[in-house]
């Protein structure tokens, strides 16, 4: 006895109603697979292709976006116009490339559809939508099987309606229905800081492959279009007939399920010639994309072969690029032909009638960015790592997540209900806890690109607050005795004003205040001008003398000082005297090595600054010496 059979005998004592899904649904048309006599009436739930759905999306809308794919959004009531229904609906797709509980969808309210099979109850006294939902997303395997095609596989829907669907009492699906919903809010905080860690990797992704962080000359990169870095070619089309057996085959799946392509993941065969297997041979380093789809957000995606294999061809909804250099990672491509910037050009260039479409011409447009081999390398381990931690099963959230799906695949057995999708729209709690500041991630940047690259160009503003002291009046002020108050005409030399003991340790204690080791610097009159604070009792003139609070595991402040003397600032100008604004300080820009790189600058910088400066080294005792000699032999010569 199934799980599911020993729940209905525990919640129906009398046993539970099998129906046909057609008896209790209504569909948005009439299948031409189907009797009949099996569909008396639909509802009309006129379709958009996805391009024209989301040509609709706005911001602020109150009108759902429901499209067959993981891309959402709203519109509004008047750009839906004659497309706008409203209504508790269940989908499945029309077309797939992937498993089809990642494309059933539930929604309650108004809305506009892109190409989905769209189903509601005929009685809502007998049967509810939600638990029909949750059914439905219980019976994915099995609505899988019913799917057809080698390529965008389309759903038998006669085999669809004629699933048999338990229908107990009314109560009993609410009941269903509350306790999974419960359920699933068990695994929203974790799934969503799995999100979270997923949307931060992408994000590191992507900086990490936008290389206009870095400045031009110190590292060696170079662009070029993927016209002049591979050849394109377009795959094997055969009749079903065909399959089954013979040489290996990447089917569009395969591509559009994997990022890299191992010997493993090739397990379909089909027949051909030996000129089909020379020609459409596919070798280490191939790029395959795929070329055709239901949607444009389908289409584009890409798998990199990262083995040899003697014998294997590829499908024709799909694209191979085989380099021309050897200056290129596989493991490497394979990230940049997954990045924002990569998909935002893909879905913006391919082409629409009836299917989106794409061709190796328009893909070899593209521009990519082509580091050294090192640090291409060094990419790939950084991201390697990145995905491990956000998709390993034996590792951190993704573990936690895998144990309570099982537990969650339990109950969804027990209870006649569905596998999580991921679809779940967080709360505000949630997304509030999903969202990393602006200020960490760049900082983690930072430190990533450090890394990576050895050096990264960086804003002021991105490594620490801009500070200064409490205002001080006048006359708080003295010129005899205290805590030295330094103000601009004073900075760097000896203070002519004080202010007393109990307002230092008042308003060191409450406002802004340097650390030891901080780098000061002059914001008005003589512009940049740097006094590194020693930690003994001072006080400093607010606006005109200013710091960064600065995260020393980014930016050394040792290493600041130098950068501030290189007068990186660009000030404002027009009033009585220059002024630094803490803008102006935000957006100067820098470049920034590695903690020991830094550390080894400044060693040196600092022996440049002893040999030039110390009277007990370097040139000015040299001088000295030479000076006293002269006075010497002056004193010689004038004594007759």
């Known amino acids: 006895m199934s799980r599911m059979d020993e729940l209905i005998q525990e919640k129906c004592s009398n046993g539970v109603e099998y129906v046909p899904l057609w008896s209790v649904t209504i569909w948005d048309k009439k299948f031409s697979s189907v009797d009949r006599k099996k569909q ?44 706008l229904r409203e209504g508790e609906v269940v989908t499945i797709p029309w077309g797939k490339s992937r498993a089809v509980t990642d494309c059933i969808k539930y929604y309650k309210g108004k809305f506009v559809t892109a190409d989905n099979r769209i189903m509601t109850s005929n009685d809502a006294e007998k049967l509810n939508n939600k638990y029909l939902y949750y059914w439905i997303m219980s019976q994915g395997k099995t609505i899988d099987t019913f799917y057809r095609g080698s390529g965008i596989k389309h759903p038998d829907m006669a085999k669809v309606l004629d699933m048999e669907i338990p229908i107990p009492p009314l109560e009993i699906q609410r009941e269903i229905v509350r306790i999974l919903d419960n359920f699933t809010e068990l695994t929203a905080e974790l799934t969503a800081e799995l999100t979270a860690r997923q949307k931060q990797y992408e994000f590191y992704r992507d900086k990490l492959l936008t290389f206009d962080v870095l400045g031009e000359g110190t590292i060696n990169f170079y662009q070029r279009t993927l016209g002049e870095l591979f050849d394109f070619r377009n795959g094997l089309s055969k009749g079903k007939e065909f399959f089954g057996k013979g040489t290996p085959f990447i089917r569009y799946t395969d591509v559009y399920n994997h990022r890299t392509l191992r010997k493993k993941d090739i397990t379909a065969l089909v027949e051909c010639t030996e ?163 602006r200020a960490e991630q760049s900082r983690a940047l930072i430190k990533l690109l450090q890394y990576v690259f050895g050096y990264v160009r960086i804003s002021l503003g991105d490594i620490g607050s801009i500070c200064m002291c409490k205002r001080i009046l006048k006359s708080q002020t003295n010129t005899v005795s205290g805590v030295p108050f330094y103000k601009i005409g004073t900075f760097g030399k000896e ?72 007068k990186p600032w660009k000030a404002s100008e027009g009033g009585t005297i220059p002024r630094l604004y803490n803008d102006n300080i935000a957006k100067a820009v820098i470049a920034v090595p590695s903690i020991e790189e830094q550390k080894h600058v400044v060693s040196i910088l600092d022996r440049f600054d002893a040999i030039c400066n110390d009277l007990t080294s370097g040139l000015p005792a040299e001088i000295e010496a030479r000076q006293k000699q002269y006075e010497y032999y002056r004193d010689k010569l004038l004594n007759f």
């Not at 297997?277 to 789809?293: C, H, P």
């Not at 914001?523 to 740097?530: M, N």
């Open 275 to 437: 000129d089909e297997k020379e020609r459409l041979k596919v070798s280490r380093g191939d790029v395959l994309f795929t070329r055709t789809s239901e949607t444009a957000e389908d289409i584009g995606w890409s798998a990199v072969m990262l083995d040899d294999m003697d014998n294997c061809v590829f499908n024709g909804f799909t694209i191979k690029a085989t380099p021309k250099t050897k200056e290129l990672l596989p493991e490497y491509c394979a990230y940049c032909f997954s990045t924002a910037d990569f998909r935002k050009y893909v879905t913006k260039h391919c082409a629409f009638t009836t299917r989106a479409s794409l061709t190796g011409n328009t893909i070899a447009q593209y521009r990519m960015t082509i580091p050294p081999l090192d640090i291409q390398s060094r990419i790939v381990n950084v991201l390697d790592n990145f995905e491990k931690i956000c998709s390993d099963l034996n590792i951190g959230l993704p573990a936690e997540i895998e144990a309570r799906q099982k537990q969650y695949e339990y109950y969804r057995d027990k209870l006649l209900t569905f596998a999580e999708t991921g679809n779940t729209i967080l709360s505000r709690a949630e997304q509030s806890r999903a969202e990393q500041s």
């Open 495 to 566: 203070a002519d004003a004080y202010i007393s003991q109990e307002t230092f340790n008042e308003y060191r204690s409450k406002y802004n205040f340097p650390k030891k080791g901080d780098v000061l610097i002059s914001a008005a009159g003589t512009i940049g001008r740097t006094v590194v604070y020693d930690g003994k009792p001072a006080y400093f003139q607010d606006s005109n003398i200013v710091w960064i609070d600065n995260d020393e595991s980014i930016v050394l402040n040792s290493y600041l000082r130098y950068c501030y003397e290189l």
């Open 40 to 83: 008396p009436k639909v509802k009309d739930y006129p379709y958009l292709l996805a391009s024209d759905l989301f040509a609709l999306q706005v911001d602020n809308g109150n009108v759902f976006l429901l499209s067959t794919g993981e891309q959402t959004g709203w519109t509004t009531e008047e750009l839906a116009g004659e497309n």
